[in-house]
């Protein structure tokens, strides 16, 4: 059959898009699923499955590089070592006179084809950080760190680098020379080498998915397996309340909040800005606006995308959308939102789960942040 409307797989691509069926196999929207604690844990484990990520690794051992009081935060600057790749950097966020156990949500850092710096793009810690940094906040965050905002409300927040980005990126020196194009880094925080940098990175993310999946290894399998180590370190720690953690972030940040939503029970209450659609609009619109780190092949045929987060159901979500958010379709966000209020619906919790639509382009701004900082009050503070 010829499709009558341009897309990314020109004649093939409703072929390919009609081979999902909807609701997929494994969805709550499937007449057979009545119960969520029963559906749930089927549902998940198969997603587990299909993630392939690497083994579990203990709970990492974190030591502390620095401790900053800065605007109002204690912040710990952290760093730990997984079994694989170089070392982690996270920073830990919480109100400088806080006592007691907080709340504790882990941030989830962008990617914005910017893979030189992670955590950096959501915090600050100085009153000159980079220069780059200044400008990522103020064109997506209102000129905010959103994760410093969100501490000083009585969080415990924990940003952490995860798998490519800022201390866990590719060390050009550990790549053969063909790969880099003989690409060195000389001076690596000049703003000149960090461009070249990141146009690199760009180049290389389809070698990094061919390689993983060389493997038997998905690309979210390994950041949600950094994600949980995390979440492992965070749920340790005795100014935080096990029982009351969250996840949130924009863009490949909103792509890690529901994939690690979907992995990990520990996860009451999440907040994904910004990637929120389905697998039709990937499939036949909107691949080419994204990054290798969104697939996990066979998953479609169990759960179409919005579903993955719906995976927490009971457990709180919001989803923050903008209407000229040229990395969807406005009919695909639509959809997705349908389906996760059926899905709640279906649940018993429909006050559980909320999606919102702002004007404006690909963002997390301040409207949308006091929205994401409210839900959280409500759900994890009460």
């Known amino acids: 059959m010829t499709s009558m409307t341009p897309n990314m797989l020109g004649a093939y691509g ?17 007449p057979m699923f009545k119960d969520p604690a029963a559906w749930r844990p089927v549902a998940r484990a198969r997603y587990r499955e299909l993630l392939m990520g690497p083994a579990p690794s203990p709970t990492p051992v974190a030591t502390v590089q620095h401790h900053i009081e ?25 109100p400088a ?30 009153k000159d950080p980079h220069p780059l940094m200044l400008k990522h906040q103020e064109h997506y965050y209102s000129g905010l760190a ?38 060195v880094e000389a001076n690596p925080e000049a703003p000149d080498e960090i461009l070249r940098y990141n146009q690199f990175a760009a180049a290389h993310e389809h070698l990094v998915s061919k390689s993983l999946f060389s493997a038997g290894i998905t690309w979210p399998g390994v950041f949600v397996n950094d994600d949980q180590r995390a979440l492992d370190y965070l749920a340790s720690r005795p100014d935080v309340d096990a029982t009351r953690l969250g996840c949130a972030g924009l863009s490949g940040g909103g792509l890690r909040t529901v994939m690690l939503t979907g992995a990990d029970e520990r996860i009451r209450c999440s907040c994904c800005v910004g990637m929120m659609t389905t697998w039709r609009d990937y499939v036949l619109n909107k691949s080419h606006t994204h990054t290798w780190m969104c697939y996990v092949p066979g998953l479609p045929k169990d759960l179409d995308y919005p579903e993955i987060l719906g995976l927490g159901a009971p457990n709180p979500v919001l989803v923050l959308n903008n209407r000229q958010d040229a990395l969807f379709t406005m009919p695909e966000m639509e959809r997705a939102d349908r389906m996760l209020t059926e899905v709640y619906q279906k649940a018993g919790a429909p006050e559980r789960y909320k999606g919102s639509f702002y004007d404006g382009p690909h963002k997390f701004d301040a409207d949308m942040q006091k929205e994401a900082f409210n839900w959280f009050d409500r759900w994890l503070k009460a």
């Not at 409703?14 to 499937?30: G, I, K, N, T, V």
């Not at 204690?74 to 919480?94: D, F, M, R, S, V």
């Not at 907080?102 to 810690?125: A, C, E, S």
């Open 97 to 126: 006179k806080a006592t007691g156990k907080l709340p504790g949500i882990v941030g989830l850092h962008d990617h914005g084809g910017n893979k030189y710096f992670g955590l950096r793009k959501i915090t600050r810690m100085s």
């Open 14 to 30: 409703e072929w390919a898009a009609q081979s999902m069926a909807d609701p997929p196999r494994l969805s709550f929207r499937q």
């Open 70 to 94: 800065f605007d109002g935060l204690a912040i710990e600057h952290l760093q730990w070592q997984l079994p694989y790749g170089p070392p982690t950097e996270a920073l830990l966020l919480k």
């Open 146 to 183: 959103w994760a410093n905002e969100l501490a000083k409300r009585g969080y415990a927040v924990l940003v952490h680098d995860t798998f490519t980005f800022g201390s866990r990126r590719m060390r050009l020196a550990d790549l053969p020379g063909n790969i880099r194009n003989n690409l």
